[in-house]
């Protein structure tokens, strides 16, 4: 029997189920959709053992997170499509389905009538991602942090991911994969910069995070202008609220995405950039600290070096954390990334005056 067979036979009797089909792009977990004899759909999803050390506490952490946002939904007093949180099906003990290799399975509500923008075309779905995700922040902190695992122990440690790089690179190398010169140079070049978050730790906001705020994850509804869900909750952990800004920033200000056809197409556009902030600042403001605000630069080109060190050296090692359809797409990735890194840079000093400007004219 099929895995996902097995899986679903957990939380569904046979008959009803009708049609299991593959769902979505991630590039860890594997993701299908149910269709019923009732004809309602919903996800079932595979957590990657090879990734998650620990995937039944993955489905633990997301239940604690989808209890606390069903009984305090963030709102918005200016918005009347409310924000939903997926629920999670229980099966025949329990909500997770252990399989023999050691991966867990979840079944949840698929949000009808919603969509995914995986680049955006709008300033003003800029502000909407920025808002979303900053009443996401505002609405965790009344959770307390202590009732999560940690689910991906040195995730966001940058130092860790250049030592493991470091590791796979000195590796003695026969065969391919070959080392990629844009990419070995990228890393140099970012080297001493890995830090840059870590040092200021004391003097930035903590808090809970999303983890993997990227635009896939924020549900459109069909006009794409407004959000109604944002979905995905397998990194939510205790962190510095400028990871989560950090990486929304690099995912939603690249108008290219993540995947172009030619990774010199990525950019970081300053406009998207301010609508994004001036979004984030009207639901979460209040929770940044003046070293924050200084920093969102720092933050948006250090996660962003990070994903490409993480794409390379997962190239460099054999693609055995991100799920790849042709060998060098990880190559592809990193490089498409560190572009990006590298065109944040290059606007450090616009970008960082878009939000002195931003800040002022909201003490006027
Ligand atoms: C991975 O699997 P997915 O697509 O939800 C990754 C994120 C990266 C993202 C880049 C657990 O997320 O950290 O930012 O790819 N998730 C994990 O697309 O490593
Ligand atoms: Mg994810």
């Known amino acids: 029997m099929k895995p996902e067979l097995r899986a679903v036979r957990f939380f569904l009797a046979a008959d009803d189920i009708v049609r299991i089909a593959p769902f979505g792009d991630g590039n860890v977990n594997d993701t299908y959709c149910v269709t019923l004899a009732s004809g309602e759909q919903r996800i079932l999803q595979r957590i990657n053992p090879a990734v998650f050390p620990d995937p039944m506490a993955v489905i633990g952490n997301m239940l604690v997170v989808t209890e606390h946002l069903r009984r305090f939904p963030p709102r918005d007093p200016g918005r009347e499509t ?15 389905f252990r399989d023999r290799d050691g991966s867990a399975w979840r079944m949840m509500e698929l949000i009808t009538g919603a969509r995914t923008c995986r680049t955006i075309t709008s300033p003003g779905q800029a502000r909407e991602t920025g808002r979303m995700l900053g009443l996401f922040h505002s609405q965790l902190r009344t959770l307390d942090p202590q009732s999560l695992v940690d689910t991906l122990p040195g995730f966001h440690d940058t130092n860790s991911y250049l030592h493991r790089y470091d590791r796979v690179r000195s590796e003695p190398r026969r065969h391919i994969p070959e080392p990629d010169r844009f990419c070995d140079l990228a890393v140099e070049k970012g080297r001493d910069r890995v830090n840059l978050l870590t040092e200021r730790r004391d003097r930035l906001s903590h808090g809970i995070i999303h983890g993997d705020p990227k635009m896939d994850n924020f549900l459109f509804d069909q006009s794409c202008e407004t959000i109604v869900s944002l979905i995905d909750l397998d990194t939510v952990r205790p962190g510095l609220l400028l990871h989560d800004l950090g990486d929304a920033l690099r995912s939603c200000c690249n108008r290219a ?108």
């Open 82 to 96: 409310p924000f939903r949180t997926p629920l999670l099906y229980p099966g025949r003990s329990g909500y997770a």
């Open 257 to 364: 995405g993540e995947a172009p056809d030619k990774p010199g197409d990525a950019g970081f556009d300053p406009g998207l950039y301010a609508a994004w902030l001036e979004g984030y600042l009207s639901t979460a403001g209040g929770l940044l600290t003046d070293e924050d605000k200084k920093s969102v630069v720092d933050g948006a080109m250090l996660i962003t070096f990070e994903l490409g060190l993480r794409f390379y050296t997962d190239y460099l090692a054999g693609n055995r954390y991100f799920k790849v359809s042709y060998p060098e797409q990880n190559l592809r990735r990193a490089r498409t990334q560190f572009h990006l890194a590298e065109s944040i840079d290059r606007q450090r000093d616009r970008l960082a005056a878009v939000f002195t400007d931003l800040t002022a004219a909201g003490k006027k």
